[in-house]
C-alpha cells in the first residue's frame, strides 16, 4: 500500500507537555489555595483541554490515508473508497501567531459523507496529492479509450 497521508510526530509532545504543565499549575495552587488560586483558574482548563487533544491525536493511526492497487482509499475506522468517490478536498494548515505550520486539517467531501482528520503532516501537498489522483480517476472512468487510441496511430 502506498502512505498518502500520515500524521505530525510532534504535535502529540506538544500538548502532552501543555495537559502536563496544567497539572503541575494547578497542584501547585492546592498548596496554598488562598494566594494561587489564579494558578488553579488557568490549570483546569490547560489540563482538560490539552488532555482532550492529545487524547483524539492519540485516537489518529499514524498513517491516516493509504492508497491500495486498486486504487482505493483506505481511511480510519475501516473506511475504504474510490478514488472516483472523492468530490472535493481542501486543507487548513495549523497557525499560531501569524505563523503557519506545514501540519493541519484535511477535509475529504465524498459521494458517502465529509471526512475530516487532523494533525496531518504536509497537509497542502497531501490536498494537491489527492486532488491530483482525483481528477486522473474520475477523467480515465469518462475515457477508458483515451490511452489505447492515444498510443495506436
Same mark, same amino acid.
Given at each position: 500500500?502506498?502512505?498518502? +497521508?500520515?500524521?505530525?510526530?510532534?504535535?502529540?509532545?506538544?500538548?502532552?507537555?501543555?495537559?502536563?504543565?496544567?497539572?503541575?499549575?494547578?497542584?501547585? +495552587?492546592?498548596?496554598?489555595?488562598?494566594?494561587?488560586?489564579?494558578?488553579?483558574?488557568?490549570?483546569?482548563?490547560?489540563?482538560?483541554?490539552?488532555?482532550?487533544?492529545?487524547?483524539?491525536?492519540?485516537?489518529?493511526?499514524?498513517?491516516?490515508?493509504?492508497?491500495?492497487?486498486?486504487?482505493?482509499?483506505?481511511?480510519?475506522?475501516?473506511?475504504?473508497? +474510490?478514488?472516483?468517490?472523492?468530490?472535493?478536498?481542501?486543507?487548513?494548515?495549523?497557525?499560531?501567531?501569524?505563523?503557519?505550520?506545514?501540519?493541519?486539517?484535511?477535509?475529504?467531501?465524498?459521494?458517502?459523507?465529509?471526512?475530516?482528520?487532523?494533525?496531518? +503532516?504536509?497537509?497542502?501537498?497531501?490536498?494537491?496529492?489527492?486532488?491530483?489522483?482525483?481528477?486522473?480517476?474520475?477523467?480515465?472512468?469518462?475515457?477508458?479509450?483515451?490511452?489505447?487510441?492515444?498510443?495506436?496511430?
Amino acid at each position: 500500500m502506498d502512505i498518502i +497521508a500520515r500524521k505530525r510526530g510532534g504535535v502529540g509532545f506538544m500538548y502532552l507537555v501543555c495537559a502536563l504543565i496544567g497539572l503541575i499549575l494547578t497542584a501547585s +495552587a492546592f498548596i496554598d489555595m488562598g494566594e494561587m488560586l489564579p494558578l488553579l483558574i488557568l490549570g483546569i482548563p490547560l489540563t482538560v483541554i490539552s488532555t482532550y487533544i492529545f487524547i483524539s491525536y492519540l485516537a489518529l493511526p499514524y498513517n491516516v490515508i493509504m492508497l491500495d492497487k486498486d486504487n482505493k482509499l483506505h481511511l480510519p475506522r475501516g473506511v475504504t473508497l +474510490a478514488l472516483t468517490d472523492l468530490l472535493d478536498v481542501s486543507y487548513v494548515r495549523a497557525s499560531a501567531r501569524s505563523i503557519q505550520y506545514k501540519w493541519g486539517s484535511l477535509l475529504l467531501t465524498t459521494k458517502q459523507g465529509k471526512f475530516k482528520y487532523g494533525y496531518i +503532516a504536509d497537509c497542502e501537498e497531501v490536498a494537491k496529492r489527492l486532488t491530483d489522483m482525483m481528477y486522473r480517476a474520475r477523467y480515465d472512468s469518462e475515457n477508458p479509450d483515451f490511452i489505447d487510441s492515444y498510443f495506436n496511430f
